[in-house]
């Protein structure tokens, strides 16, 4: 591994896009505009870790105490559980990660409450998985016994209500809430009043 001589405390960036006809001149500058000296770029690599040189090249370079600045999670984790892993892993070694659209994503892992909200977010990532099919089949079969081909179902299961108050209470938005679930803030805000927390500002 080559010497890094630079202080820590550096924000890098990463981009990536999935093709060669794609740019990613907009997600560099993006990543620039937020502040990193350095932004390692992906051209048309594929979404598995192990093919992407210059994520490589990143990892190498980041210290403990930089900043990593992404547009998206999807562009370094092709799932929940990749990404899980990843930020975990960063955190392992010192590195704070940010995304420009997840803010949820920018905590402190290394404070008792930042990997409260990581493991937190581990569950979310099961829970996504497990009740997908379950969410689908209820939503069909109540559209069934109205006479219906077809039906929306509930996005905030039990399970959901349970882990967002969780977050909310760890101090977090209902917008940032609703990114890690996918969901519109409404459907978090009617949640949570369901679930009777009260007492915390917006």
Known sequence: MAVNPRPSGTIIGYARVSTREQSPDAQAAELRAAGAVRVFVDHGESSRIADRPQWAACLDYLRDGDTLVIRALDRIAGTEQMAIELIRELARRG??????????LDVDTSTPMGEAIVGIMATLAQLRVATIRENTMRGLAHARSQGRVGGRPTVMTPERTAAAVKLRRAGQSHAQIAAAFGVSKSSVARALTRADVTGLTE
Request: charged share 30%; aromatic share 10%.
């Open 95 to 104: 590195v704070r990660l940010r995304s420009l659209t997840e803010p949820f």
